[in-house]
């Protein structure tokens, strides 16, 4: 099963690798909260383009466990991918005028991904979370997967 979240103009060139490493950690965490999973239930990364001529980059969330949870399968219902949206929201500190500068550990930040801190930026990604709260899901069947347009 693949997600595919339409990105459009909220990504500035300069900014693609702070936008989609912010990006990909608010759903991981939105995800995590949502559906109550431990961060060892589900793994995130962000493959690069297969286009040289487009900057869209992929995020890949999978439940870590064979069989899994159903998590995963579980946000084709439009009111939990809603509500998974709604928390990465609240990660952001979306709801919070006093929120954090970039990212700090009571939002994007944690030991796992160290690495990325000084690329995850919670402004960058918060007008595309706000667009996407009246979403809805259009199911497309493909040989290689099922896809979600929005």
Known sequence: MSVYLATGHYVQSEQKDEFYTTLRE????????EFDLD??????????PTDPDTDNQRIIIHETSEGGAGALN???DETRLSRAFEEAIDVLHGNDSNGCERACYDCL???YNQREHGLLNRHVVLPWFESRMS????VEESRECVSCLW
């Open 39 to 48: 961060e060892q239930e589900i793994e995130s990364f962000t493959k690069p």
């Open 26 to 33: 608010a759903l991981y965490q939105g995800i995590l909260v």
């Open 74 to 76: 579980a946000l084709m």
């Open 109 to 111: 930040m944690s030991y």
């Open 135 to 138: 979403l809805t899901l259009d």
